[in-house]
């Protein structure tokens, strides 16, 4: 009797291809696992394929709730956007893989477990890394980094044996897509000179059809997680797809960036995330609202910290336990709404509001009610530049302009 592999499947190009080669490689009986991370409607056609294309077994496990309450939503606390850009959408989902692919190879007493990355990525390393974290017994199979073979060459293995991919060599975009964002990369897109086409779009209208009215929407949050759209309280799918489709038709939430991959190279990658840039937005103007100064500012270097995690497939590590322990702690007061307007493929904050703000409008106003002592400056000020002031007095301070040799 053949031994088993768990194949984290996709329905895609390579995971499809790799179930064949699998068999053919190594005996092994192939068990398909689809994970429902929002990404993908009709889950039967891909386990149809799945077993079509040769696997003993078949299985799809729903987890887009606990996708969003227990990676989702602590990414966003912590403002977790890798380069300043990029929300994670496919890094955050990847631990959570690799913790079912361990799950149910435990489950089916399988001997290994295997997934469709190619050798220039980054989910190589994060599927890897978790699983290793979960359970390091298992034996790990990279297909798509064994086989060698190019884009093209796995769509001509594809049609010689019959395997339905919805890939063709003139549409070869590869995409991965979940409830927090869609990653599109490959063909034209990898010319970083050249202009997206439209066709490598499905979320977002192009900004410039998009409506010549702007949109309204009001978020609110309890300790840093969104809980309500416009006065209506909802779960967190419901509200993630929700802000999807309301942003994508303003064209908000498209990102085209040149990313440095963990392994070493820059690549051209193409987002879609309209929730993600709404909420991660709306989070940081309630935490300008409730955070103190040093707060705010050793928050900043965590967030980069804890995308740099994300993004490095360190999720199961102590370093980002702690971080999620200071997170936590910093989210107690970030509560209350804040109001956005979507237009053109903008999303600017123009309202925000919460019973802990730190705004008080007697210290800021420069009008009536003015609460402000500005008799107290002075002696501030004085004492503020003391040590400026003693070591000017010592060490006479030089321009730099004059004391360079022309």
Known sequence: MSDKVVLAYSGGLDTSVAIRWLKEKYDLDVIALTIDVGNERDFSTVRDKALKVGASKAL???VKEQ????YIFPALQADAVYEGQYPLATALSRPLIAKLLVDVALEEEASAVAHGCTGKGNDQVRFEVGVTALAPELKII???R???MTREETIDYAQRYGIP???TATSPYSIDENLWGRSIECGVLEDPWREPPEDAFAWTVSPTNAPDKAGYVEIGFEKGIPTAVDGKNMDGVDLIQGLNELAGSHGVGRIDMIENRLVGIKSREIYEAPAAVVLIEAHRAL???TLSKAQLRFKQKVAQEYAELIYNGLWFTAQRQDLTAYVQSTQRFVSGTVRLKLFKGKCSVIGR??????YSFGLATYDKGDQFDQSAAAGFIHIWGLPVKTQSRIQPAKDDKKGKEG
Do not use: C, H, R, T
Not at 353 to 358: G, I, N
């Open 165 to 167: 991919v919805p890939i």
């Open 60 to 62: 799809v496990i729903d």
């Open 67 to 70: 996708f969003v309450n227990n």
């Open 353 to 358: 509001k919460s019973p802990y703000s730190l």
């Open 142 to 144: 990279a297909p798509a």
């Open 146 to 148: 064994e086989w060698g």
């Open 287 to 289: 935490e300008s609202l």
